[in-house]
């Protein structure tokens, strides 16, 4: 039987909608929006990968690509490319002043390399070249002080030598130029500034030769003993000995008279000279035209003996005998400008042969020169002892 019995007479009227339930649809639409559901979102791809990653190479992975996002970041607001250049580097003229030629980057790399510094980069005019065309200047790849890293580039000293001169073949005033830059460089390089050791060593080093009173008479051996000192100095530093540089001058002296005993040396002034600025101007002077051996210290050919022949006239550098005058073979050869004994390929000491000990005492180790006689090969005279060989009757 079917209910047919009403609700309460008190619950007639507008009833509001029924509640909601989970998992209903009302029959009609409610002016309300719903509430948006939070989503998580899909994961990338780079996340998905590294998921399957341990979390040592996750990290790894992580810091590579850190570093590459860093490398690509710019300012927040860069300075347009071609707004760069300001008047920060300006030096100040004034009218009769002296200008001071500031050092490039390219002198700073040499430094910093340990590569060898020549005097022919330190004249104002080779400072002027490098400061204004170091852009196009070559450059040479070196090998790095750590091994690992790439090989810096640079100065082609070499090239640059054969261009704008090269440092042997200076002149006195462009010397004395450079060698002053090359202190003021020290002062910049070393530590403590001028204050330092480095550039009281190198003072010191360059003034000794400056204050030398025969200088300028002297200059070829002078200018070839200070080249071989910073070469072996760059090779193994040495201290500053006042002792041993004079040691060192009389004998670069001695043996550049030696060597040049025909007559003045070609290499007295050489054709290479700089454009000085005013401080470093110097006057001609009468000594300056002079030879650099006065006559009578061995520049007379005719009162030359050779150590190789014995024969008068000429030196053992330019000696082409192949016997005494007796007609005896000859002891030793030359060969390159030394002394040498043909069998052993040992060079001969021309100081102990023309001196022996009485006068002078030898500079080299015995593993260099060895003391035999070079017409004979006995040790126990020199040859100009000619003990084994006759005088020249016009020989003094």
Sequence with gaps: MTDTSFPPSDSIGPQPPPAETPGTTPDTETTTPPEPTSQTPPSSPTTSLLARFSPASTLLFKKLFQKRSHDLETDDDPLPKRQHRDTSLETKITPGSVITYGFHQLHYDLDKYHSYLPLSIFTNDNLRTILREANTLPLKKINPLNLKSKPPLVLDIEIFEKRYGREDSLSHPAWLEAARNFVRFAGETGKNGVDGAWYQRWDSHFGFFESRPDLISSFPPALDLDIRMRKEYNALPFEYSPEYYHQEYEKAKFDFRLKNIEGPSSRAYPAHTSKLSAPFELKPSSQNKQPPFRKGAGSDPST???????????????????????????????????????????????????????????????????????????????????????????SH
């Design 304 to 394: 030359a003996v050779c150590l190789i022949c014995a024969k008068k006239g000429h030196t053992c550098i330019s000696c082409t005998s192949t016997s005494f005058e007796d007609g005896r073979p000859l002891f030793a050869k030359s060969v390159n400008g030394n002394i040498i004994v043909p069998k052993t390929s040992q060079s001969i000491c021309r100081t102990w042969n023309t001196r022996g000990d009485a006068e002078r005492k030898c500079f080299h180790t015995p593993e260099q020169r060895v003391h035999v006689c070079s017409f004979c090969g006995d040790k126990s005279h020199f040859a100009f002892a000619w003990k084994c060989r006759s005088r020249p009757a016009t």
